[in-house]
């Protein structure tokens, strides 16, 4: 093992003394020596500048990542929300956000406990992630709410995603396996939409698909047709 790592480096040391242009048989025995000290010294700080750009990397990827669902965090849902209406002002695109709410949550917390909330939590996730396309934007906002920007998506495109959401996640119910008498708990979502407007940011745009949301809510409850 030591041989073959002693091999690799000496091969990493003689390609970069390749690429300096460096003659080592015309150099004297202690330039030799002290050029290859050099070039090892060299070739590790390359390594570990890699190796802390790898980390970096990750680093960055837990930071945006929620830390239950494999979405974007608020924070970076928010960041990505501004990169996308900066590229709709540019490029005069359509751009609209899907706020969504979960129906009944707190009662399957209360019900069957917080391993099942996270576990509906992750197939909420599933769902949203596995019915947008990958260039849209899903994100945790918090609890039991969800964001998803539709770069690109015309206003009645972005209503009928959210209405095609609503209807898987309204097909959710958990219920108690082992014991068939147990309450089984209907999971719902109350899905608002709001269109991008030139001069809006990402806060408006939010807080407009979020009064939507509660617009679809307030319908839900008495039966009225949604986006009416």
Known sequence: MTEEFHQVSQDQRR???DILGV?????GRRERAALEALSEEVIALREEAARLRAELAEAELLADNDALCPVFNRRAFEREVRREIALAGRFRTPLSLIFIDLDHFKKVNDVFGHAAGDDVLLRISDILLKNTRET?????LGGDEFGIVLAQASHA?????ASQLALLIDQLIVCDG???????VHIGASCGVAEWREGQGADTLVALADQDMFAQKARRKTGRP???
């Open 136 to 140: 849209d934007i899903v994100g945790r």
């Open 226 to 228: 949604l986006h009416a």
């Open 15 to 17: 390609a970069l003394l």
């Open 157 to 161: 495109d972005s209503l009928a995603k």
């Open 178 to 184: 082992e014991d068939e008498a147990a309450p089984k």
């Open 23 to 27: 003659d080592l048989a015309a150099l």
